[in-house]
């Protein structure tokens, strides 16, 4: 069960926002349901109130056969009004306190009318009330519409029977109708409720946006911390917490940055200054011209100048900045194919003529080759294919190796990573060219990915951003 709960802040804090509005409706509901019902019942207790004080006052003094013509004449259904000789509520014991305490009000203020008992009792609806509701004529107005309703409404709720006797023994009977309860919730007022709760609901959406628009932008801006350390510093205005988290996230950002730069000069000093020495050491083996130790030392040699340049190369590859420009995709990679003869360019030329992305042309340039001569290196040959998505350029470099074992993939990204075997110094370089690759691509927002072809060989992809307002002519 835990899968369907959110994930997010912003979700959390919507679905408590959500639940807690549904909770206050729910509480609200009630209270005023609970509220109406006892109001309801307090106004039908008046009403029964007055209805027997103004008709004792009306038949107290007229003679019992006269009692019963007017009764007669004024008992309309389901208001039932008769006179008898005997009680219609045979049971002198009331049902409940609130019953007896009516009785003992009734008898108090009539009893200046020669009242000497009263009798109330409640009668719950019957079931089958609802069967001789009135349906209201089509061709009707409002008013007289919700009178139906309302009158069709009397005949589901519950009678009142109240009994009063005159002094005479005569008993009036009569009853009286509860007053309906109209629900709180109907088709009229649902859409009502409805949309004040869209409209908050849309409302709480709205202001967490905005509330966490800062975050969002913190996240993104430390993921692209993570590819760039030398991206833009994040704003510091805001609310008091953005404003401190993003304070701490640039002191990280250029303590991180320092420190990097520290080891980068420091590598790039300690490779630089080796070429002193190299250079002397390979000035003495000439004079060793017939030594059968000058061809192992030179090759020695050779290998640390390599290991020292490749160093070197490695700790200042983000010191030659350039400024970013717009650069034809295609047509970089096309000279990078036409340069070595082991590789051949066989995108789609025609569609791929336009792809314009954003990045410095030295570097870029550079991350390919660094991929080609890999693909050359350990496959011999290698194979571009140039295509593109809604908004990204794709560059695939297949080759004919032995490919990588799968657990074995992003580790390659790793500097000074090889695999022994076929990828050694004999074979291969130092275990730099993929980092510097990624490191290049990350920078300008693009990603080196590699993966193991279905029949054989390596397939390193770049992918690239294409430039605004690139995507649209890249569609047509």
């Not at 993003?246 to 002191?251: D, E, G, K, L, Y």
């Not at 794709?394 to 032995?402: H, N, Q, Y």
């Amino acid at each position: 069960m835990k899968w369907l709960l959110p994930r997010s802040l912003p979700a959390w804090v919507l679905l408590i926002v959500i639940a807690g509005l549904l909770a206050i409706q729910v509480s609200t509901l009630s209270i005023v349901s609970r509220e109406r019902t006892t109001s309801n019942n307090m106004l039908d207790l008046l009403r029964l109130n007055d209805r027997a004080l103004s008709l004792t006052k009306l038949m107290y003094a007229e003679k019992p056969e006269d009692r019963t013509r007017i009764a007669a004449g004024l008992s309309v259904p389901p208001h039932v009004l008769t006179t008898t000789d005997s009680s219609a509520i045979t049971s002198s014991i009331p049902v409940d306190d609130e019953m007896a305490e009516l009785e003992d009000i009734i008898v108090g203020r009539l009893s200046k009318y020669g009242v000497e008992e009263a009798r109330v009792r409640r009668e719950k609806a019957k079931a089958d009330a609802g069967q001789h509701t009135f349906q209201p004529e089509p061709d009707m107005g409002n008013v007289e519409r919700e009178l139906v309703d309302l009158s069709s409404d009397f005949t589901t709720t519950d009678t009142f029977i109240v009994s009063i006797e005159f002094k005479d023994g005569q008993w009036l009977n009569f009853t009286l109708k509860a007053t309906p309860l109209s629900p709180l919730l109907n088709i009229d007022s649902l859409p009502l409720y409805g949309s004040v709760a869209g409209l908050v609901v849309l409302l709480s959406i709205w202001a967490l946006r905005r509330l966490t628009a800062p975050y969002r932008a913190l996240e993104r801006a430390v993921r692209r911390i993570g590819d760039d350390l030398k991206s833009p510093p994040l704003p510091e205005h805001g609310s008091s917490e953005y404003t401190s988290a993003a304070r701490a996230v640039n002191t990280m950002q250029a303590r991180l940055r320092e420190y990097v730069e520290d080891r980068e000069l420091l590598a790039a000093a300690l490779a630089h200054d080796l070429r002193t020495p190299l250079t002397r050491i390979r000035l003495r083996l000439e004079l060793l011209r017939k030594s059968p130790l000058r061809a192992a030392l030179m090759q020695n040699l050779a290998d640390i100048e390599a290991i020292s340049s490749s160093v070197l190369d490695f700790a200042t590859y983000e010191a030659r900045g350039e400024a970013p420009e717009r650069i034809d995709f295609w047509s970089l990679v096309d000279s990078i194919a036409d340069a070595n003869p082991n590789v051949t360019f066989d995108g789609a030329r025609k569609h791929a003529r336009g792809l314009i992305c954003m990045g410095e042309t030295i570097a870029l340039r550079r991350c390919i080759t660094n991929l080609v001569e890999n693909a050359v290196k350990y496959g011999g040959k290698a194979r571009l294919s140039l295509s593109h998505d809604e908004s990204r350029v794709l560059l695939a470099i297949d080759d004919d190796g032995p490919g990588i074992p799968e657990a074995q993939l992003e580790t390659m990204f790793r500097p000074f990573t090889r695999i022994e075997g076929s990828r050694n110094r004999q074979t291969g370089g130092f275990g730099l060219g993929l980092t510097i690759a990624r490191n290049i691509a990350r920078r300008f927002g693009g990603e080196v990915t590699l993966r193991n072809r279905p029949g054989g060989g390596l397939r390193a992809e770049l992918a690239m951003p294409m430039a605004s307002g690139a995507q649209a002519r890249a569609a047509e």
